[in-house]
């Protein structure tokens, strides 16, 4: 039995858990107010005040570290690499360190991990972190040399359902096609085949469906007009696209549960915008079974909004003539990351190298 300490830090949060193998011990969100991280220059320098925090807490539930296995962090903003477990090298570390790619809570998950298992020389792990990049090379072709289209999306939760899917039915994840749906705050749809995410629909920034705060895909020479036009600077513009956009836009509201009371109640409009979203999504289905060459093995519906029946009813209309489909609502981070971990201390996955 190996038991491992997860940390999944947030912009005023940590999340984290224990874990006797995939049995969840306790799981606790420490909450830091927005005083005690003001107080703090960058997100590195925040490391002693939440590590603190950290051990404090374990203590207090009777957990030892020398009784850990391991501890694995959530991964941060590193350069692109390819999805799996990475110890955390001093290399990986110092990325995190400086922010290879922007200045994010995450990053410290990677570096607090190693912190603490160096006390007691147990390894450190991070586990397919959202700058997981497996895109083959004509996916990212744009249309424009100077905008590549860049993998950025729920890889974690992806990853972590693809392979349960696969160990449930006993098969190995490598040896399927797989398109997997997450719905939450952010939509990502991405094709998996040979194990690696081949072609996916930026979940941030860039393409695919609108979501309930995200814009998705917009016409591309209206967007130009709009930021040329006079009204708006660049910072109310990105949060037009990021925040702003989706739901928010249309209905004021982030929250899907509340889309289908509105829906219930009567609500024409929502009843649009919220199919809009079905139909957007089926079209990114599509696009990604073509991807796949026709040859998908199943799909997965996961994320908050995958618990909607209404919506896993919409999606087996629509798109259930592709492949069947297999929904995981909701969205378990420390479990994920736990049985990264897990896979290579049970040799069941090599760890990759950064």
Request: aromatic share 8%; net charge negative.
């Amino acid at each position: 039995m190996a038991k491992l300490l997860i940390i999944n830090p947030g912009s005023t949060s940590t999340k984290i858990g224990v874990f006797e193998d995939e049995e969840l011990l306790f799981e606790e969100t420490l909450r830091h107010t927005t005083e005690e991280i003001a107080q703090f220059a960058s997100i590195v320098d925040q490391k002693d005040f939440r590590k603190k925090i950290i051990m404090d807490f374990i203590a207090s539930k009777g957990v030892k570290v020398e009784e850990l296995a391991a501890v694995v962090g959530r991964g941060g903003m590193l350069k692109p690499i390819p999805g799996g477990t990475y110890p955390v090298s001093d290399e990986l570390l110092e990325d995190l360190k400086i922010g290879k790619q922007g200045q994010h809570a995450s990053n410290l998950g990677g570096i607090l991990a190693r912190e603490i298992a160096d006390s007691v020389n147990i390894p450190s792990y991070i586990v397919d972190p959202v700058v997981v990049d497996e895109l083959q090379p004509l996916a990212r072709y744009s249309g424009v040399p100077e905008l590549p289209r860049t993998s950025v999306f729920h890889a974690l939760n992806q990853k972590a359902v693809a392979k349960r899917y696969a160990k449930e039915i006993g098969r190995d994840y490598k040896d399927l096609n797989l398109i997997v749906v997450h719905m939450g705050g952010g939509v990502s749809v991405g094709a998996h085949k040979g194990g690696k995410v081949i072609d996916v629909f930026n979940a941030l920034d860039g393409d695919g469906a609108f979501s309930p705060e995200r814009a998705g895909a917009v016409p591309p020479g209206a967007l130009v007009k709009l930021c040329f036009s006079g009204q708006y600077d660049e910072k109310t513009i990105y949060k037009k696209l990021v925040g702003n956009g989706g739901f928010n836009a249309y209905l004021g509201t982030n929250d899907a549960r509340v889309v289908e009371e509105r829906i219930k109640n009567g609500d024409k409009e929502a009843e649009e915008v919220y199919n809009a979203f079905i139909y957007q999504i089926s079209k990114n289905i599509g696009a990604q079974a073509a991807v796949l060459e026709g040859k998908v093995d199943q799909i997965i519906l996961t994320g908050g909004i995958a618990y909607s029946k209404l919506v896993v009813a919409e999606f087996t209309r629509k798109v259930s003539w592709i492949a069947p489909l297999t929904v995981y609502g909701g969205e378990d981070e420390l479990l994920a990351l736990a049985q990264g971990g897990l896979r290579v201390l049970n040799g069941e996955e090599e760890a990759m190298q950064y």
